[in-house]
């Protein structure tokens, strides 16, 4: 990767894109990402420049301790290994912010007994927060999550979904997530992988560690943050130019022509990211929610 981003023709490309002033900064910001990360060592050096020049286009970093967005690794049936760009829901945070359209916007989980009541109709919701004990809050069993933003104008809109409506939807747009134990075809014959609850319970054997790669098993909540910004943004909130283009490109790869495909992913060779977030398959226009999907 460094003596493809230090080539003429690709330093080019980056100066033209950026700034010559910005090549150096940028380039070691990739080398240092691709380093990290084993599985994305293995991406196509193309794939790679294009995931973080459309990251570098929004202002957001890829350090994944801020999870603005990720180079995340795939195995895409036709192009091989590649770097799908994702989003994180910190990234839908900061470019709603940079906005100026946002006067408060929060998401968070609801735990076991703080839910009084939620009216999807006028969109009242009671919560009794464990706010005497964060610390027991913590640990506690998550029931749902919650969304809302309000514009300057005084426009605002909530959205809650259950566990369980969450879940449904991480099994139906996520190719590499199972709600249920199912079997699947690997290239080491097929495997059982436990239900959700029984790998959150950490009965699955840890050296079929592998086939709970995806983010939906590794950081349950950070998923259903960012797909609950994405459904109560893209659905009912202003959407800045910058909002519009990382919706339309989260989850994509670019090739050297610019065209952009959504990955199809090979469940059975899924790669982990080091970072901390993504994942998703796109959804129908219906429910252009990770728009595809997460989603």
């Known amino acids: 990767i460094t003596t493809f981003l230090n080539s003429m023709a690709v330093a080019a490309n980056i100066d033209q894109a950026l700034g010559k002033d910005n090549r150096k900064r940028f380039i070691t910001g990739v080398i240092s990402a ?6 994305l060592q293995e991406c196509t ?24 967005y990720y180079l995340v690794p795939f195995n895409d049936k036709e192009q091989g290994k590649v770097a799908q760009f994702q989003l994180g829901y910190k990234g839908y945070i900061q470019l709603a912010i940079r906005s100026g359209q946002y006067k408060r916007l929060n998401v968070v989980a609801i735990k076991e007994g703080e839910l009084e009541y939620f009216d999807p109709l006028n969109e009242d919701i009671k919560v009794n927060f464990m706010v005497d004990d964060w610390d027991k809050r913590e640990k506690a069993e998550t029931i749902g999550y919650y969304a809302m933003f309000e514009l300057v104008n005084g426009f605002r809109k909530t959205l809650y979904w259950s566990k369980a409506q969450m879940l449904a939807h991480a099994d139906k747009y996520s190719q590499a997530f199972s709600k249920d134990a199912v079997k699947i075809n690997t290239k080491y014959g097929e495997k059982e992988k436990v239900s959700f609850a029984d790998y959150e319970a950490g009965n699955y054997d840890p050296r079929d560690s592998w086939m709970y790669s995806s983010f939906w098993y590794k950081n349950f909540d950070g998923m259903a943050y960012k797909t609950m910004l994405r459904q109560l943004i893209s659905k009912w ?9 990382a919706f339309e490109r989260d989850m994509t790869t670019m090739d050297g ?5 959504y990955v199809e992913n090979d469940t059975e060779e899924y790669v982990d990211s080091t970072a901390s977030e993504p994942e998703a398959k796109p959804e129908p226009e219906q429910g252009k ?7």
């Open 257 to 261: 022509d610019g065209n952009v495909t």
């Open 289 to 295: 929610e990770e728009a595809p999907v997460i989603e």
């Open 45 to 68: 050096n193309k794939s790679i420049l294009s995931g973080a020049l459309l990251g570098e286009s929004l202002k957001l970093s890829p350090s994944p301790q801020l999870g603005h």
């Open 237 to 245: 909130g202003v959407m800045s130019i910058d909002l519009q283009s």
């Open 34 to 39: 691709v380093n990290n990360n084993a599985a």
